[in-house]
């Protein structure tokens, strides 16, 4: 079935650090791939996401390019702040229209000042 | 806030008893998705409804149920609980299945005693 792998956390980062978090995935067909982002005591908030291979989805600084080669979806931001401080999934949808999200494990992300 | 709610936010019962957790989707849409996340199994899909039709299923315990109802609210009843049932349960809902971006509610903390 569907599988999706992250690095493990925590991750320490300082503020204004560059931030990568790897993630790889295993799916048949073309799947939709996901970041979303869970802030301490809260629900899952959509962060960005990709349709097709080479897409590249962003939003508040962060950036993931879907590589279909590498079955990859890595996420980066340039300068982290201490409110990006939260745990980051990954996820796909199998390709062919929405349905169940499978996710990672999450990577937590504690930047300091 | 994605405009999904949840009630109650916080759930604590013992072991045996049972339970029903309340979903309401975003205004207009159809289709609503119920997600398990625990410290052991991470977070895991359980079962969509559209329209108040069962669309997909996954790793739902027997002893777990849910339903659609017309008005497009959902509840998830959890019945003769067990210790590992302790988790967060979120809910997720999109306007249908064909649209992958799924809007996550705040989730129920439930803690079997």
């Known amino acids: 079935g569907d599988s999706v792998t992250q690095m493990e956390g925590p991750v320490t980062l300082s503020e204004e650090a560059f931030l990568t978090i790897n993630c790889t995935y295993t799916a048949t067909g073309y799947p939709s791939l996901f970041w979303y982002v869970q802030y301490p005591g809260e629900g899952l908030q959509l962060l960005l996401k990709a349709t097709k291979a080479d897409d590249k989805g962003s939003n508040k600084g962060f950036e993931a390019t879907y590589r279909k080669e590498t079955t990859s979806f890595h996420l980066e931001k340039g300068s982290v702040q201490v409110s990006d401080s939260a745990v980051y999934f990954c996820?796909?949808?199998?390709?062919?229209?929405?349905?169940?999200?499978?996710f990672g494990t999450g990577t937590q992300l504690k930047v300091e000042l | 806030d994605s405009g999904v709610t949840q009630t109650p936010k916080h759930l604590i019962t013992a072991t045996g008893q049972r339970v029903t957790l309340r979903c309401s989707p975003r205004?207009?849409?159809?289709?609503v998705y119920w997600y398990q996340q625990s410290l052991d199994q991470g977070l895991q899909f359980l079962i969509q409804y559209y329209n108040g039709e069962e669309r997909a299923k996954g790793n739902i315990l027997e002893r777990f149920s849910a339903q659609q109802f017309p008005d497009l609210h959902s509840e998830l009843n959890l019945s003769s609980l067990e210790l590992g049932d302790s988790a967060l349960y979120f809910c997720?809902?999109?306007?249908?299945?064909?649209?992958?971006?799924?809007?996550f509610g705040p989730g129920t903390r439930l803690l079997v005693l």
């Open positions: 996820a796909l949808t199998p390709g062919g229209g929405g349905n169940k999200l499978t």
């Open positions: 997720a809902s999109s306007v249908d299945p064909a649209q992958e971006t799924q809007y």
């Open positions: 205004s207009g849409d159809l289709s």
